[in-house]
């Protein structure tokens, strides 16, 4: 590495509980994943991870392309519990728009508890019964697609030094597309975006009943882990919505106390003491950015709806934040601002349609763009 190279995350998501079923176990099973280089660069390394695993997870083999992606020159490793594991740097010359595949090849019964659900124009995997982790095509009678990313985190090049990565973090808003289009906005520029989102998850709160368990980490546990991003130099946290529209009653559901629902202050007061701070400390740049309308939402009622609106008063607003992005005026509508703007809505007035997906990744990269 020279004074013009560094290590930069060129693609990242989140790990957390897969989603509990009857069938929590795979073997004889190869999980291929292509992914989109946003930069040139002469190395690679891969980190998988097996943080929400209570079992160990041996990886018989992995490659990108054709070479093997290697573990103290081991061409398996096994992922011990609630750890993460980095490879070894890999000689793979790539420029950016390149189109890599990593694959690897689980041979034992495998505990499949360290996942992610994400969805996007540049996220999609497969999965295939038998070894093909060194195929070039998988067998079509054999394999389907899926957007859970297994054990796979991060992947760093190394590239020149101007290039810098930009993270994403957040819950089901952003596990979904925004951050896939604001990469397609800022491929051939010096920015990766680095998508750190878990579907469900509150900044306060987790749960820890299987029915949930797949919501995720409380914001506290998850920040430290997730924020181990090479090359980063700023982080936009989109988080809170969960907070304010989960509790409901134990009368309702016993998993969901009011106990659970924060003040306004104490979701401004997690949010600077758990992300902003620390990532301060980490010397990065702290973007907010709004929630989006949930008016129609199951859970709507207008006492939710006036802690979203002053909450995102706060993020709109604090000194603490070096800027805010602001989602909600870039989807809301025009007559009804509580709610989502037409074409705009997924259909459960909580998630963003696809085109308003695609909307606030434009927005986003704006930011970004020199």
Known sequence: MTEKEKWVACWGNATSITNRREAIYAK????????????????????????????????????????????????????????????????????????????FYLAGFTQMNSGTLITGPLSKGYYSYGDYAEADKLPLDLTRHTNWFYFLNTIDVLTAAENHAVVCYGDSITAQSWPDYMAQQTLGSNVAVIRRAVSGTRIL???????????????????????????????????????????????????????????????????????????????????????????????????????????????????????????????????????????????DHLHPSERAYEAMGQLAAKSFMV
């Open 28 to 103: 004889d099973l190869t999980l291929r994943y292509p992914i989109r280089m946003c930069f040139s660069g002469t190395m690679l390394r891969f980190r998988f991870s097996n943080l929400t695993g209570t079992e160990p997870v041996t990886i018989a083999k992995a490659f990108v392309g054709h070479t093997p992606i290697t573990f103290g020159g081991e061409k398996g490793v096994t992922l011990m519990p609630g750890t993460e594991t980095e490879s070894d740097a890999i000689s793979y010359a790539v420029n950016g728009g390149d189109m890599i595949e990593v694959s």
């Open 205 to 347: 709160r987790q749960y820890d009943c299987i029915t949930y368990q797949a919501y995720g980490l409380k914001g506290a546990t998850r920040f430290p882990i997730e924020m181990n991003v090479a090359g980063a130099s700023d982080v936009i946290i989109q988080h809170g919505i969960n907070d304010i529209i989960h509790p409901v009653g134990t009368d309702v559901n016993p998993f969901r106390p009011w106990s659970d629902l924060p003040t306004v202050e104490e979701m401004e007061e997690g949010v600077e003491d758990i992300y902003v701070k620390p990532a301060k400390a980490m010397g990065l740049k702290v973007w907010s950015g709004t929630l989006l309308p949930i008016y129609g939402w199951r859970t709507y009622n207008e006492e939710r709806e006036q802690m979203r609106q002053a909450f995102n008063e706060w993020l709109r607003t604090s000194p603490v934040f070096d800027g805010c992005i602001d989602f909600d005026a870039a989807v809301r509508g025009t007559g009804n601002p509580k709610a989502f703007a037409d074409g705009y809505d997924s259909g």
